[in-house]
């Protein structure tokens, strides 16, 4: 078990506000994740982070922005909060498994931007 | 545009048949995993497989990885209610830190 604990995991706000997701592990993971879920897209990476204050863009970054001051925390931040991006939004962790990387996702995140 | 072609979309079939679900590219991965999601969670990991032409049996699940390495097929043998859910299929690449997923595909067991 990866312990990913993801905060909020609901979440109802109006458009042009501030949203900032929480992704918190406890097993010293370097690689963390931001993912989001959309009927008929499957998960889109966002942004992701391969250690403390490095991180890079995804597919779907745009209007989107990502810190990590600690190896434990990875936050998402919606700057002003449209309602294209209500969505379901995963965190995860990489770890080796069977000899590849594989994802561990925590339980997600549901934004409701009206 | 999408690295990763799953198909079908959608299936939804009666207890003890079979299924194969496909998940295809035109791209080589390092790996490339299954993943099966239930409403309200996050996606838990099947399996994973490495080398082109591998196969692996999880009971009535069978993977098989493309020669290729492009594509990867699951096969469920005599299918039960509690197998439904949302598959998805994800490739790795770059230094295999890099995932990719497919669209997913819906199944709906009936019992």
């Known amino acids: 078990d990866a312990g990913i604990t993801q905060s909020p995991r609901h979440k109802v706000t109006e458009t042009g506000t501030p949203v900032t997701l929480r992704c918190h592990q406890t097993?010293?993971?370097?690689?963390m994740y931001w993912y989001r879920q959309d009927p008929g897209h499957g998960l889109r990476l966002i942004h992701y982070?391969?250690?403390?204050?490095?991180?890079d863009k995804g597919e779907v970054s745009d209007g989107y922005s990502v810190s990590r001051s600690k190896t434990e925390d990875f936050l998402l931040t919606l700057e002003s909060a449209t309602s294209s991006q209500t969505s379901v939004y995963f965190c995860?962790?990489?770890?080796?498994?069977?000899?590849?990387?594989?994802?561990?996702f925590g339980a997600g995140s549901r934004l409701t931007v009206l | 545009t999408q690295l990763l072609e799953q198909s079908p979309q959608f299936l939804s079939i009666q207890e003890g048949e079979n299924l194969t679900v496909y998940c295809n590219s035109s791209s080589v991965f390092s790996s490339l995993q299954w993943y099966r999601q239930e409403p309200g969670e996050g996606p838990v990991l099947l399996v994973t497989v490495v080398t082109g032409g591998e196969v692996k049996k999880l009971k009535r699940l069978t993977f098989q990885f493309g020669d290729a390495r492009k594509d990867s097929s699951l096969h469920i043998t005599a299918a039960q209610p509690g197998d439904t859910g949302l598959y998805l299929c994800a490739g790795a690449r770059g230094t295999g830190n890099q995932f990719y997923f497919g669209t997913g595909t819906s199944l709906t067991v009936i019992p």
């Open positions: 982070s391969y250690g403390v204050k490095d991180t």
């Open positions: 097993e010293n993971h370097r690689y």
């Open positions: 995860a962790i990489s770890h080796a498994d069977s000899g590849a990387n594989v994802l561990t």
